[in-house]
């Protein structure tokens, strides 16, 4: 089976992560996957593309020229005859691969990424466009129930999660002894993790602004912050590190590769983004078994564990305190709490059956 995927950047976020993570698993179910270049600047993560099989085909950048670019899609889509097309979205405000595969005669496969158009701009296009693509013949898909409802209104479509591999993030000692040597931080020092981009939606100065307020409330805990990620913020943040006096309790590693190995050097795990349809990072921490502390502002479908804790962000001094109770009595079984993932969509041996099934579908669908 050859699918199509579309909507990858060359930045590796949640979708080119999920993008990844599905494509590795159903390579073993004999299932291929190339990716269409939208932007004009590659593919993150095209090494282990190209290792499984896959292609990356360059396409005219649809922001510069959006008519080429349809017009060059739409011919690919007819000369590749892919069994399945699997576009990728985070809102409406661009639908052109939509229409380039309705005009190819193709119902594609459509899924929804995100519960919130961010920027004026992009929110006005979204406007303008959801109600075309919810007339658009496709197979409706997203990564939660509450991005489904958001971008699809209507309730027939069905959740394909943020799934992981759970070998690949279960807790491993021989890591976190690792990392933590690496990086200097004692066996007795609290590890407070921030994984993700530095970018405005997902909050990474209340993070430190967070942490500055913990070290005032608690000036004896041996505590240390790691932020794992990179973006538009990441001046920002090293000055503001650098101003607060905080450079030697504020690690800033920048984007890593293997995150799985800097889960398990971590204790307690904090996200405060300002929203998320269903971060692949928080499914990923509570796999390693992290006790998590999440903006309530998340989705609630990533309640995995029972210790995973929903926080306002209107008050870092409560942030700070429940970090404080975590820290003091962490109640989180690391193995333990990796078997109770095991049993959940989370699971990627569970949930790419399920998305091999929509490929089925959509290849009866498009006589394939």
């Not at 119902?107 to 004026?120: C, D, F, K, L, R």
Request: proline residues 4%.
């Amino acid at each position: 089976m050859k699918v199509l995927q579309i909507g990858l950047s060359s930045i590796m976020g949640g979708i080119e992560s999920f993008s990844l993570n599905y494509f590795t698993k159903l390579s073993e179910y004999g299932v291929l996957f190339d990716y269409a270049d939208i932007y004009g600047a590659g593919i993150a993560g095209d090494d282990r593309i190209k290792s499984l099989g896959g292609k990356i085909l360059t396409l005219p950048n649809y922001k510069r020229n959006p008519l080429r670019f349809i017009s060059r899609l739409t011919k690919l889509l007819k000369e590749e005859q892919y069994d399945a097309v699997h576009i990728n979205i985070q809102t409406a405000a661009n639908i052109l691969t939509v229409l380039a595969a309705n005009r190819a005669g193709i119902i594609p496969v459509v899924h929804a990424h995100t519960v919130n158009a961010v920027g004026a701009f992009r929110s006005v296009l979204h406007r303008m466009n959801v109600h075309k693509l919810r007339k658009i013949p496709c197979i409706r898909l997203a990564c939660s129930q509450e991005a489904g409802e958001w971008l699809w209104s209507a309730p027939d479509f069905r959740i394909i999660p943020n799934a992981v591999d759970l070998k690949q993030f279960a807790f491993s000692a021989e890591n976190r002894k690792r990392i933590r040597s690496q990086l200097s931080i004692e066996e007795d020092t609290v590890l407070l993790g921030y994984v993700g981009r530095l970018e405005p939606v997902k909050n990474p100065l209340f993070a430190v602004h967070m942490f500055e307020q913990y070290v005032k409330m608690y000036p004896n805990v041996k505590i240390k912050l790691i932020i794992v990620g990179e973006g538009s913020l990441t001046p920002q943040i090293r000055n503001e590190i650098l101003e607060k006096g905080m450079e030697d309790s504020v690690i800033m590693t920048g984007m890593q590769k293997n995150v799985s190995q800097y889960l398990s050097a971590m204790d307690l795990f904090i996200m405060p983004s300002l929203h998320e349809a269903l971060s692949l990072a928080a499914v990923e921490a509570q796999a390693n078994g992290l006790c998590c502390l999440f903006a309530d502002t998340i989705s609630a479908d990533l309640n995995i564990l029972e210790t995973a804790e929903f926080l306002p962000l209107d008050n870092v001094e409560r942030w700070a305190e429940y970090i404080h109770a975590l820290a003091e009595k962490p109640r989180c079984g690391r193995i333990a709490a990796t078997e109770i993932v095991e049993k959940t969509q989370f699971n990627i041996n569970l949930s790419a059956v399920t998305l091999l099934d929509v490929y089925h579908e959509a290849m009866r669908i498009n006589g394939r």
